[in-house]
């Protein structure tokens, strides 16, 4: 069975209204082609999400929300359900991201409870998981990875509505990244794990690397075999950059 790749960019706290220009020029610079063989999705600001999604409208490109509550609705203030993302347009929820688990004390508990509800509301969602420095350092990163995604996966996860995010959380903005073979490496354990909880259904779901993707070292993370696409973080925020990347995936 063949992946189809999914380059993914995640604007974060960052992008006013005047900035759809460059969602605009993204869209304009990606072939035909390239809109064919790739899935190509921004994760723009919650407040430009609607915006973005109309500028989308009839075009391959799909946009996502960055995080959602885990209820449909009710009194949670501040906070954004997936149903909200979905009625504006969007098709994928990134969740669980490490600034989200550091900055908001998210648990793989909160991960999974969020990432059911996006599944539920009929979006994608893309699971984040990755490794401190430190995990890294006392040879923990794949015992940490593994059980991330042993906790946060959500209930009725396959291929078709699930995404897993490796993003090294020493490597996210940092200009670091992971070396191919750990990268490589650590995707396999990743399929392989996945193979183990949910067989050819869920071991065929794509797994994302994410952590200082740049145009210059686009081309060689994604030669991975088990690297399915990118999660961009600095880089999508300039379509130059994005189209970059999306051209080292092809
Ligand atoms: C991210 O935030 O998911 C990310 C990978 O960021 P960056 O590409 O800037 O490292």
């Not at 593994?146 to 090294?168: D, R, T």
């Not at 940092?174 to 050819?200: K, Y």
Request: glycine residues 10%; contains cysteine; hydrophobic residues 35%.
């Amino acid at each position: 069975m063949t992946r189809k790749m999914l380059i993914a960019g995640n604007w974060k706290m960052n992008g006013l209204r005047a900035d759809a220009a460059e969602f605009q020029a993204m869209i304009d610079r990606i072939s035909t082609d390239q809109f064919e063989s790739h899935d190509i999705l921004i994760c723009p600001p919650t407040t430009l999400l609607a915006k973005f999604a109309s500028i989308a409208e009839k075009t391959e490109m799909n946009v996502g929300g960055e995080d959602c509550h885990w209820e449909i609705a009710g009194a949670h203030t501040g906070d954004i359900s997936a149903q909200m993302l979905k009625d504006s347009g969007a098709s994928y929820c990134i969740i669980g991201h490490s600034e989200r688990r550091a900055n908001h004390n998210e648990t793989n508990q909160t991960v999974k409870k969020k990432a059911e509800a996006a599944l539920q509301s009929g979006l994608i969602a893309i699971v984040c998981v990755g490794e401190t420095l430190e995990q890294r350092q006392a040879g923990d990163a794949m015992k940490t990875v593994k059980s991330q995604i042993q906790q946060s996966l959500p209930k009725g996860a396959n291929f078709n509505n699930c995404v897993i995010a490796y993003e090294p959380v020493w490597a996210i903005g940092t200009g670091e990244t992971a070396t191919s073979d750990d990268i490589n490496q650590m995707h396999g354990c990743i399929r392989e794990l996945l193979q183990e909880i949910g067989g050819e259904k869920l071991s065929q779901s794509r797994i994302l690397y994410g952590g200082s993707v740049k145009p210059q070292n686009a081309k060689e993370i994604f030669s991975g075999k088990d690297v399915d696409g990118g999660l961009i973080g600095g880089a999508s925020l300039k379509a130059k950059d994005f189209c970059g990347i999306v051209a080292g995936a092809s």
